[in-house]
């Protein structure tokens, strides 16, 4: 059995006896143990193999975080976490899968707007960081650590007055739901001072899911050189500083792989900088995507193959309802295909037809492929969704038609 990589966008998956291999296993013999399609696969050694070359990659002194929202399936995160120095969590559902991994709670963080006392309580109690968002949420965070004698660990996220975007920085501050206004964060301050709360650290998230080197290393200086003025004019030490990755990694064709090199220098300067101004801070990278997200598939099952005025359709068993990305998102953008395949036929010499690869769902909008070259196929083939690992089945709509959820497995 001869065991080659798959082109592309794909290529972290082995292909071999003509079917792709996850976890090691044959695709048909992996759904046979599933007992069931749809399901998602992620593969153990791929999310490790991504972890290890993430830190090699960057400086061994910087913190690397996962960001559970990414996959929050318990057993991902569990696998995640014996790998990196913090989980950070958007929700105290999060917050509960983060725990039950046993994870060091100081390292354990929890950001996102508007929480509720009674997630408030939950993470003071828990003793995690807690991302304040709000000048309401920094009160709030107080009266609750008194009326529990416990003292809150805050971090102030700042909303920077610059943005990460996916094609190039858009500068000039913007409004947003998420964190305070830098030129408001020296008056939150005094304000937790004055509550007698001990800052942990500033949080900075200034966007995801960019694939431009230059522009995440100038967000990262960026978010380094805004810490160390609102630290400086705060006149303190900060244990801690967060800062969102923004690293992307390659959907549709004709996108490169980030390549890491020049973020690691700028990293390396990051932190010589810190360490000039502030000796002592800590900096902490949270990433979700890049970590989990070439790691995992989506696999359907062909229940049907149509042909409508000479478009081949095959029908599958799952679609936009467990795969929103995948589909399109709704319609709200100009659909391209993520990178897709027959995974139980993956033998070179099978010849390949133009097809598109649609859901059960009574909308136009439930397709997984559109117009694809793939092998051919049939009835009870297995279509592969790849790039799948993250912000998949937790970000689509399952309700929605009232078909079964996919099945996950870590393999
Ligand atoms: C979602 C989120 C991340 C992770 O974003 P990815 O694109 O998955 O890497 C990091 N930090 C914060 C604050 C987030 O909300």
Known sequence: MSTKPVHAAMHQFAVAGGELLVGGIPLSRLALRVGRTPFYAYD??????????????????LRLHFSVKANPMPAVVQHMAALVDGLDVASAGEMKTALDTGF????????????????????????ILLNVESDREIDTAARIGDELGIAPRVVVRVNPDFELKGSGMRMG???????????????????????????QGLHIF????????????????????????????????????????????????GEQRLDLAPVADNLERCLARLDAALPGTRLSLESGRYLAGEAGIYVARVVDRKVSRGQVFLVTDGGLHHHLAASGNFGQVIRKNYPAAIGNRMDAARATENVSV????????????????????????????????AYGLSASPTAFLGHPAPAEVLV
């Open 206 to 253: 200034g966007g995801s899911q960019s694939l431009k080197a230059d522009a995440i290393a100038d967000s990262h200086a960026r978010g380094v050189e805004l810490a160390l003025q609102l630290a400086g004019e705060a006149g303190r030490a900060l244990p801690g500083l967060y800062l969102g990755a923004g690293f992307g990694i390659p959907y549709f064709p």
């Open 358 to 389: 649609v859901g059960p769902l009574c909308t136009p909008l439930d397709v997984l492929a559109e117009r694809m070259d793939l092998a051919q196929a049939d009835i009870g083939d297995l279509v592969v969704v790849f790039q799948s690992g």
């Open 44 to 61: 153990r050694a791929l999310l490790t193999q991504r972890v290890r070359d993430t830190r090699a990659a960057l400086p061994a002194a």
């Open 173 to 199: 501050g913007g409004a947003k739901p998420f964190g305070i206004d830098a030129e408001r964060v020296p008056d939150s301050l005094r304000r937790l001072d004055a509550l007698g709360i001990a800052l």
């Open 104 to 127: 060091d709670p100081a390292h354990v963080s929890f950001a996102g707007p508007g929480k509720t006392p009674a997630e408030l309580a939950q993470a003071i109690a828990a003793g």
